[in-house]
Antibody, heavy 120, light 106 residues
Framework: QLQLQESGPGLVKPSETLSLSCTVAGGSISSSSHYWGWIRQPPGKGLEWIGSIHYSGSTQYNPSLKSRVTISVDTSKNQFSLKLSSVTAADTAVYYC????????????WGQGTLVTVSS | DIQMTQSPSSLSASVGDSVTITCRASQSISSSLNWYQQKPGKAPKLLIYAASSLQSAVPSRFSGSGSGTVFILTIIGLQPEDFATYYCQQSYSTLYTFGQGTKLEV
């Protein structure tokens, strides 16, 4: 059974960079049939797509965040990562990583999520 | 961006009832529509993909229908574990967008 696990600091100061990693267990990140994505959910609110990456390095980003987001992949560690720069309180959210099925692009496996708070 | 609008935003029901949740897209998205269930403090769980395909291990009381701009999630015979928030998600454009959610309450 595939498992995804987010990791990273739970508290980030305003104007700094949020950095999270997602470790994939029980399967290979180097699959041509899948992308690997990041989604966030502010407390009490809905879901927002951040972006995704293929093991080849191909990326897609939400245009509203594109200037601040970088998603990368490390196939040797079976991990992918998210960096979000110049954070503000509006970036406080639970951040999820997920597997995206190529083609129909649905998210079939999710990490448990990690709360990141932006505060000084 | 393709906007996704769910109705209702909240819904009260009882165990054994049947309910429907509607998701409307701001433009045609063919059958590129997925449904998720989220319980408090948990990650969303995929229920339905490609508008009407049931994800593995999801009970058959869940079903999805629709194409184009209007989609429906139906739950027949609600069970206690079904009380949760439901989200639709379009995957027609590379900027995936979610509906605002429908909270199903007792």
């Amino acid at each position: 059974q595939l498992q995804l696990q987010e990791s990273g600091p739970g508290l980030v100061k305003p104007s700094e960079t949020l950095s999270l990693s997602c470790t994939v267990a029980g399967g290979s990140i180097s699959s041509s049939s899948h992308y690997w994505g990041w989604i966030r959910q502010p407390p009490g609110k809905g879901l927002e797509w951040i972006g995704s990456i293929h093991y080849s390095g191909s990326t897609q980003y939400n245009p509203s965040l594109k200037s601040r987001v970088t998603i990368s992949v490390d196939t040797s560690k079976n991990q992918f990562s998210l960096k979000l720069s110049s954070v503000t309180a509006a970036d406080t959210a639970v951040y999820y990583c997920a597997r995206v099925i190529s083609g129909w692009s649905y998210l079939d496996f999710w990490g448990q999520g990690t709360l990141v708070t932006v505060s000084s | 961006d393709i906007q996704m609008t769910q109705s209702p935003s909240s819904l009260s029901a009882s165990v054994g009832d049947s309910v429907t949740i509607t998701c409307r897209a701001s433009q045609s998205i063919s059958s590129s529509l997925n449904w998720y269930q989220q319980k408090p403090g948990k990650a969303p769980k995929l229920l339905i993909y490609a508008a009407s395909s049931l994800q593995s291990a999801v009970p058959s009381r869940f079903s999805g229908s629709g194409s184009g701009t209007v989609f429906i999630l139906t739950i027949i015979g609600l069970q206690p574990e079904d009380f949760a928030t439901y989200y639709c998600q379009q995957s027609y454009s590379t900027l995936y967008t979610f509906g605002q959610g429908t909270k199903l309450e007792v």
